[in-house]
């Protein structure tokens, strides 16, 4: 799709490699980058030098007068400076390839990607083509003047560049820097110069191509006049040895490839195979029927998980991370949660190991207590930390990064029983789409510790039972748990009595019925049954016809009206049990007052901004895109409405949020009013893959 | 000695770890750095909380309002920031410790340093013990109050902590960041903690000490009332694996320690040893006849030598660098030959290390042309390159970073005839005091091809040589050589026919002389006498009465006035030649023209600034501070100068710069008018060590 706007920032990145080629915005900066927060901060250089000298470049970096060469000599090494930079720049925005043009120069940035074979049964020669950390970009010259032009590809870093033509006795023509970054090509016309900058390097009045002490190293090429000429260029990225710590464990490409040079020759070698997938991947999203904000909004998303993607190899087998954007905590079990219908769709084995990693290290057991008497304590159960560590800190065994105890109801308190649900719920759709008998015995033990924490979060007393969270975690050491929504208000923060959370318990009941019965535990199922039905009877009960929807949270006379009371419902969904969903299933009451419901706060316009974007509460100026992209599936294929054009302007609007109010952050989670404010450069909103399963 | 201004930032480094904790100037940033090029941009927060609640801080962090807590949630967690800076700040800056106070809190940094044992001879544990990369620092609280205080030292930085009591069982308490940055402390009274900031630590709402998620991590430690406590503490570095890029080399100290909490146990158990060492160098300085802005200068200038100095292991023995400060290439020749005398004090080997290097990869073999007829190319011989690499890139073989060809007497051109004067000088500086028969028998055919590329740059006719440099070296590709003093004008920035550097091919041929006759090679000894007697007549009949002075370039009717006309003096004084350098010896004219020429540019003003301070150029507001340092000790040791009260006026004159001129650099080289402009946090100053010499 063309956006409209072509000027914001997007990830390219490999599979795994927690790397990006971070640009897009215009006049800002980008570049690539190893395990950042944000975008690289360098200048991108995509352009030609004119016949009459004037160097010519795409919007891809952020112009300022000076250069580094000023801090080793007053005044620069050529009395002008002429550059110009392009005009009339369009984009054109795939599933894999990202095309962005000006007239005369076309820079494509191509991310194949696919589903990544698992390792445990794959061949060594399909794990290193899915894990190379490669990225595949050209640039396309058309010279239509009567002389010659210079046309370049260039990156400006903050430290300096090695000669790879030098390292690979002229195999390959490119740069590397601290054996990290690097970029390279095999066109024989292409010629490689390092220098200060790239005016210093094209007008360099020395006759050393490449002067390693200049922070910008670039490719060349000439250009007859009235012809064309394509420079095919790989990027790559290589972290060697140790990159976590605490436990230490390693790059998994490092098991295929020993160096950056190797890589770059590997991905040189199969390039028209990755283009070729991502071709596939191109057609696919260009002919589903979504509209081209939609398919914009995928595109983007996918390019940012992606981007904090990182696999792992720790010794003996491999330990899928993804990384939580620009706080980069590692498996935030609320993301993967989310995370988990892209993953289920592409490559299952990673939510399995994720599940995996969760019980064998961050896995605990708690007791819990009723906050009108935080003194006594009653039996808990088994649970997981909200995530397993910081900027490839992996937190202690049974601790998160992010949790802490002794808060009530604020940011960085426990999860504890959104996170049990949430290893429920995955390991309901991992198994109902894989039928993975051996994980099924491997961890029923756990199914059944989850039912039984789940109830006792619910009341020690199964007579008292409602089928909701009412009791809290004891790691909260007297204060109270809050939901993967953390920085918003109690009507989604808090999580005992929350009818957003409650959908969750009711759908981990669900699963958990299909789940026992599989295992053949008939007695459990029948109770996990009845659990469900206690749950929906609950959230049922609680619609307020004076209101005309379900509050927020069943206490305290709270009125809040959020959008997410439909968000479990996708669960069953994938599970493929769409009686549960059905007006006419078991839940019929539940899901006809939901659809009344999200009915109401539509409607009423109480959950929707005034561009038409959708507001998550009523209550609080904070939507996250993760979850709208994830209700309107929910409100659509599920509970069947139809928005008419108001679909169209929520996703323009949607569009807008992440194209001008995360223009430099790449796909954002967080918005205040259409303008990201937190959970930037974010891999979260994948969870629009779930569209393309729209009928 | 007490600064009149304690407001500036300083190294405080280990030996050979290329790693810095920089402080000192108030309301700046600074922290642990590791291979940076200037200082860490984090907050050292060093104070106590008083019984009110105020924090009460040392001046060294940058203040701003926001903290790192508002990326994740609206607002911070604690209502009021009660935090104050403490005035009535002073400082303490001897040779090894560096005591920065204010009421109530004394922080001091000890940074010992000492003779580096030989790595070929030396014992395994006198090589763990020079080589491990510690800091001591240690914070007293007093607290004259009636009620208890709490006294913390804490770091910000930009990554996250990983707690070391969880990673040694307790041993240690503190914290580490990626494993490679991390102190500690056995102080049993201490905890430590992690959080956004210092405020949300001490008045933390939650009950998690250590909040993995906070990129601060502190210690901290109860001092009752009326009484005094005092937190030893050890800062350690630690860079794991290959370290180097095109040749892989490690940290010299990786070969006797295993991770950073080795380090720090080890620091800690050697905390006294260390402490000790410190104390011997403190005393020393303090108890020499300098002045005390003398004393500031050394004092000042070693820290920043150690902040650029890195000890590698290149998997079969040890190799030698220091980085050019904030240019950080590696073990540029130019500085090499400046920091000889301090080198051969305290360890004679890292030179001979640094000769071999330059012998072994950075040399090679040019032609050389005359000016006048760049076409026509002549022998010229062995010379050796500018530098190894930069920022840990090692440059191919036979070419530095820095140097390219093309360039007329311009920054970045080579350097060829200045280096080899500094392989020349370095190894008879090197021989003069170590007498390695060793080591003249194996490089004995350098000496003499160094001899032969000497002449041959003078003028391949013998006939028509004068001793001093005329030919360019093929590499310029008929451009023309520069010297050290790269972006200063002609009068010290081009090479041929310069008294700088002619006087710097009188003293290698002076000290070929000697080494030639230690090799019992007598013709060539001789050869070399006449060639010494050569440049001295032609540089002695270079003066001008009219001027009052040598003119800088003996070509073009040039009339600048250099003080580095004296400056090659110091390498025949340095090997115990004291004939040479008398007005009685075989150079007595030279000499006594030398001492005219000073006295003239001196008395004259022409070469000095008004403050007082001096200026290398009469043409040029460009002067270095370690070329200053050495001429000082030249002008007064050798040539017999008494400056009078000027010389303290000169001395207060270039403290100042260093410390308001190049306060937020540590230690810097190259200042206009007082202000330094380039080679900033640069270890070359340490040409000060001479002063120690001077009767």
Same mark, same amino acid.
């Given at each position: 799709?063309?956006?409209e ?5 997007a990830?390219?990145?490999p599979?795994?490699?927690?790397a990006s080629?971070?640009?897009g915005?215009h006049?800002?900066?980008g570049?690539m980058g190893l395990e950042?927060s944000?975008p ?5 250089s995509?352009?030609?030098q004119?016949a ?12 300022n007068?000076?250069?580094e ?6 005044g620069?090494l050529?009395?002008?400076r ?7 720049v369009?984009r ?7 095309r962005?043009?000006?007239p005369?120069?076309t820079?494509e ?11 445990k ?11 190379c950390p490669?990225v595949?970009v ?7 003047g009567?002389?010659?032009i210079?046309?370049?590809?260039a990156?400006?870093i903050?430290?300096r560049w090695? +000669?790879?033509?030098?390292r690979?006795?002229?195999?390959l023509?490119g740069?590397?820097s ?5 970029f390279a ?6 010629s490689?110069w390092?220098d200060f ?7 360099r009045?020395?006759s050393?191509a490449?002067?390693?002490?200049g ?14 000429r394509?420079?095919e260029i790989?990027l790559g990225?290589?972290k060697?040895g140790t ?9 998994y ?7 950056l040079s190797?890589?770059?020759e590997?991905g040189?070698?199969c390039r ?15 002919? +589903?029927?979504?509209n081209?904000?939609q ?9 940012s998980y992606? &981007?904090s993607?990182q696999?792992l190899?720790?010794?003996s087998?491999s ?6 954007g ?7 079990? #609320?993301?993967?949660?989310?995370m ?6 592409f ?5 399995r ?13 708690d007791?819990v ?5 935080p003194?006594t304590?009653y ?7 909200? #995530? ?7 937190s ?12 009530d109801?604020a940011?960085f ?12 719920l995955c390991a309901g ?8 008998e ?7 033990h756990?199914?059944?510790?989850c ?10 007393d199964p ?8 009791l809290e975690?004891s790691?909260?050491?007297? &204060?109270g748990?809050?939901?993967t ?8 923060g808090?999580?005992?009595r929350?009818i957003?959370l409650?959908?969750?318990m009711w759908?981990?009941?669900v699963?958990?019925?299909k789940l026992?019965e599989?295992?053949?535990?008939d007695?459990?199922s029948?109770?996990?049954?009845e659990?469900?039905s206690?749950a ?5 009960e609680?619609?307020?016809?004076n ?6 949270v069943?206490e305290e006379?709270?009125t809040?009206?959020?959008?997410p009371?439909i968000e479990a419902l996708v ?15 078991p839940?019929?009451d539940?899901?006809?007052t939901l659809?009344?419901?999200l ?11 005034e561009?038409?974007?959708w507001?998550?509460?009523s209550s609080?100026d904070n939507s ?7 209700c309107q599936f929910?409100?659509r ?9 108001g ?5 323009r609007?949607?569009?807008r949020?992440?194209r001008?109010?995360?223009k ?6 967080q918005?205040r009013?259409g ?6 450069y974010?891999p979260?909103?994948v969870t ?8």
């Amino acid at each position: 799709m063309i956006p409209e706007n072509p000027s914001f920032h997007a990830h390219h990145s490999p599979v795994g490699a927690l790397a990006s080629f971070t640009c897009g915005a215009h006049g800002a900066k980008g570049g690539m980058g190893l395990e950042l927060s944000g975008p690289y901060q360098g200048d991108i250089s995509v352009g030609y030098q004119d016949a009459a000298g004037t160097l010519n470049l795409l919007p891809l970096f952020a112009d300022n007068d000076s250069s580094e060469s000023e801090r080793y000599v007053e005044g620069s090494l050529q009395a002008a400076r002429p550059q110009r930079v392009l005009k009339d720049v369009t984009r054109e925005y795939l599933w894999a390839t990202d095309r962005i043009s000006a007239p005369g120069v076309t820079f494509e940035i191509v991310t194949p990607f696919f589903a990544i074979p698992d390792p445990k049964y794959a061949t060594p020669t399909e794990l290193a083509f899915a894990s190379c950390p490669v990225v595949q970009v050209s640039v396309t010259f058309k010279n239509d003047g009567t002389e010659g032009i210079r046309g370049i590809f260039a990156l400006g870093i903050d430290h300096r560049w090695s +000669s790879l033509g030098e390292r690979t006795n002229g195999t390959l023509t490119g740069a590397m820097s601290r054996e990290e970054i690097g970029f390279a090509t095999q066109n024989e016309e292409a010629s490689c110069w390092m220098d200060f900058d790239p005016l210093s390097a094209l007008n360099r009045k020395h006759s050393t191509a490449e002067f390693l002490l200049g922070p910008t190293a670039g490719l060349e090429i000439y250009v007859p006049p009235g012809e064309e000429r394509t420079l095919e260029i790989t990027l790559g990225f290589f972290k060697a040895g140790t990159a976590t710590y605490n436990r230490a464990m390693s790059y998994y490409y490092t098991q295929h490839f020993t160096n950056l040079s190797q890589v770059l020759e590997y991905g040189i070698a199969c390039r028209e195979e990755y283009l070729e997938l991502a071709r596939e991947r191109d057609e696919e999203l260009a002919s +589903s029927k979504l509209n081209d904000e939609q398919k914009f909004l995928i595109a983007h998303a996918t390019r940012s998980y992606y &981007g904090s993607t990182q696999w792992l190899w720790d010794g003996s087998q491999s330990v899928w991370v993804v990384n939580e954007g620009e706080y980069l905590m590692m498996n935030t079990f #609320d993301l993967t949660v989310d995370m988990l219908f892209f993953e289920m769709r592409f490559n299952p084995w990673t939510v399995r190991n994720e599940l995996e990693q969760f019980v064998n290290r961050y896995s605990f057991y708690d007791e819990v207590f009723d906050p009108a008497d935080p003194e006594t304590l009653y039996p808990g159960g088994i649970s997981f930390t909200h #995530d397993m560590g910081v900027m490839n800190h992996w937190s202690p065994a049974t601790r998160s990064s992010y949790e802490v105890g002794g808060l009530d109801r604020a940011c960085f308190s426990h999860m504890t029983c959104e996170q049990l649900t949430n290893w429920v719920l995955c390991a309901g759709a991992y198994l109902s789409k894989t039928h993975d008998e051996e994980f099924l015995r491997r961890y029923r033990h756990i199914l059944v510790e989850c039912f039984t924490s789940l109830q006792n979060r619910d009341h020690h007393d199964p007579a008292q039972r409602d089928g909701i969270m009412s009791l809290e975690s004891s790691r909260t050491q007297g &204060g109270g748990e809050i939901t993967t929504y953390d920085s918003l208000d109690h009507s989604l923060g808090q999580s005992r009595r929350n009818i957003y959370l409650g959908g969750k318990m009711w759908a981990s009941y669900v699963a958990l019925e299909k789940l026992f019965e599989l295992s053949e535990l008939d007695e459990l199922s029948k109770e996990a049954r009845e659990a469900a039905s206690l749950a929906a009877k609950t959230l049922t009960e609680g619609y307020d016809p004076n209101l005309g929807y379900i509050p927020a949270v069943l206490e305290e006379g709270n009125t809040s009206a959020i959008i997410p009371a439909i968000e479990a419902l996708v669960y069953p969904y994938f599970m493929g049990l769409s009686e549960v969903t059905s007006e006419q299933g078991p839940y019929g009451d539940y899901i006809k007052t939901l659809k009344k419901h999200l009915k109401h706060v539509i409607d009423t316009g109480i959950c929707l901004y005034e561009d038409g974007g959708w507001k998550l509460s009523s209550s609080a100026d904070n939507s996250w895109m993760s979850k709208i992209n994830l209700c309107q599936f929910v409100a659509r294929e599920i509970l069947g409405f139809d928005f008419g054009k108001g679909q169209f302007e929520a996703d323009r609007a949607h569009a807008r949020w992440e194209r001008e109010g995360s223009k430099l952050s790449a796909c954002s989670d967080q918005f205040r009013s259409g303008v990201a404010h937190g959970s930037l450069y974010y891999p979260r909103i994948v969870t629009n893959i779930l569209w393309l399963r729209e009928q």
